[in-house]
């Protein structure tokens, strides 16, 4: 059975930094592609951060120059390196996995697995 763990939110002020890390275990498939999300408050989903097992990664354009992720090759451990953050980043920050992307750099892969999702909150 795929476990999908995050760690690492809490409560920082404008300007603050957080590192939140991923770790899958279980399962048999490869999990090729790992992905932050995250749900803001009035707001549908966003895809933050995605990582292939080659170490490529792509951001989003919102969080472009703040936010950077880091991920082995071959591991299914990804870290986000989270800096400058503002309020409006305050929100559940999920950790998933996929199999197979048909449009990695849209985050548009087959997220089979998810986390239950860390607590990030910035006040002003």
């Known amino acids: 059975q795929v476990q999908v763990m995050e760690s690492g939110g809490g409560s920082v002020t404008t300007g603050g930094s957080l590192r939140l890390t991923c770790v899958v275990s279980?399962?048999?498939?490869?999990?090729?592609?790992m992905a932050w999300f995250r749900q803001i408050p009035v707001k549908e989903r966003e895809g933050v951060e995605i990582?292939?097992?080659?170490?490529?990664?792509v951001d989003a354009d919102s969080i472009k120059g703040r936010f950077t992720s880091s991920r082995d090759q071959g591991t299914k451990v990804l870290v986000l390196d989270m800096r400058n953050l503002k309020p409006e980043d305050s929100g559940l920050y999920s950790c998933?996995?996929?199999?197979?992307?048909?449009?990695?750099?849209?985050?548009?892969?087959?997220?089979?697995?998810w986390g239950r999702g860390t607590q990030v909150d910035v006040s002003s």
């Open positions: 998933a996995a996929a199999n197979y992307c048909w449009g990695f750099s849209e985050f548009s892969c087959d997220w089979t697995d």
């Open positions: 279980g399962g048999r498939y490869k999990h090729h592609s």
């Open positions: 990582s292939n097992s080659t170490g490529r990664t």
